[in-house]
């Protein structure tokens, strides 16, 4: 049992450099005698892609940037707009838990209260708001990936991916967030406030009316609370969960997988970074609905009064939403980088240079 839990240890796709490199075998005495040498593999750099497909732009490009950032408009505004009717019941859970107690008796209340027509308030600036999102996620990640990669090199870029995965995405989505304020703000006061308006072309002109822009900006902070860390989670888990499944469960090379096949492997990896996404940004994301309700209020004010217990609120509807729409939203994302025959690097191996230093080739 216990060589088995050490075994689960090890193989961690969140270990250090020295340590993943000691469980791949890839360290040791270099004095030591070496085996029968194996199959040749194939090296690459982070940023490189296979050279057996004739790709419609090279890695890196403007157009490669350009093309993502729309693969990101269309995976985050259709999936968030798909999931509007989820996403207000655990709106109305997290501002008011003693009027909607859970996620069956929330729809229950909401279709007596305002009909199925009801459940889709808020679907404009869901839309328009993480459209805007996706574009900055997504494009921006893609562009601090290959610019931290080119900072660190290709040695250290092979060892330290983690950390890079999770620098490139944090700085991605400030500027999400950034983007994403000013529809989130109207979004909650329109699914939350009876009256307040039903539509986003009602809500915003009150909203500036009454608070001017500080209305519409007043949650960036607890935005960021909430997305940096769970879009930290949502990258840096997938790269490696993808790294993790090609080398454990997956029984061939990606490069012998068929396209259909590595984007099921894209919507499993995606839906696991999901699920500890959904855990990692729920706090935050409770004070974020609360806040945008509430006029006058701080983010601390708001984490105070509803408590440990509050701020876990309505979490099993955001594990289901989240995960799904993780999981949806790389899959959509992965399927645009296929229509347009766009670069999909495979998972990282480690650099010839590192190999030759290591003693690993002659």
Not at 175 to 190: G, Q, S, Y
Not at 254 to 278: H, M, N
Request: hydrophobic share 40%; glycine share 8%.
């Amino acid at each position: 049992m216990f060589s088995s839990v050490a075994h689960l240890a090890r193989a961690n796709p969140f270990n250090a450099p020295h340590l993943q490199l000691v469980h791949d075998g890839l360290t040791g005495s270099r004095s030591s005698p070496a085996g029968p040498p194996g199959p040749p593999r194939r090296s690459r750099n982070l940023a490189a892609a296979a050279v057996e497909e004739q790709y419609s732009c090279d890695y890196g490009s403007g157009r490669f940037f350009i093309l993502c950032g729309l693969g990101g408009i269309i995976s985050c505004g259709t999936t968030h707009t798909a999931l509007v009717p989820l996403d207000l019941v655990k709106c109305r859970m997290q501002v008011d838990p003693q009027k909607y107690k859970g996620i069956f008796n929330g729809f229950s209340v909401t279709l007596k209260e305002d009909g199925v027509r009801g459940l889709a308030k808020g679907w404009a600036p869901t839309f328009i708001g993480y459209s805007m999102q996706g574009l900055c996620k997504f494009g921006f990640y893609e562009v601090f990936k290959v610019l931290y990669s080119n900072m660190l090199g290709e040695e250290n870029a092979y060892l330290w991916r983690t950390s890079l995965y999770l620098a490139a995405s944090a700085s991605a989505e400030f500027f999400a967030d950034i983007a994403l304020a000013p529809m989130e703000a109207a979004k909650v006061r329109i699914q939350t406030q009876p009256g307040y308006a039903n539509t986003l072309r009602d809500a915003a002109p009150k909203m500036y009316k009454e608070e001017g822009l500080k209305a519409f900006y007043k949650g960036v902070a607890p935005l960021w609370m909430r997305q940096i860390p769970y879009t930290m989670m949502k990258f840096a888990c997938f790269e490696r969960t993808v790294e993790a499944l090609y080398k454990f469960v997956v029984p061939k090379p990606r490069s012998e997988c068929s396209k259909p096949e590595q984007l099921v492997v894209t919507f499993v990896a995606g839906y696991i970074a999901g699920v500890f996404c959904a855990i990692v940004s729920h706090p935050a994301d409770s004070v974020v609905s609360v806040l945008n309700k509430e006029k006058g209020s701080s983010a601390s004010q708001v984490l105070q009064r509803l408590g440990f217990k509050g701020v876990w609120k309505g979490l099993f509807a955001r594990i289901i939403m989240i995960g799904t729409l993780t999981a949806l939203q790389w899959f959509i994302y992965d399927s645009v980088k296929v229509y347009f025959r766009l670069p999909r690097p495979p998972p990282p191996e480690m650099p010839e240079s590192l190999k030759k230093k290591l003693g690993l080739t002659q």
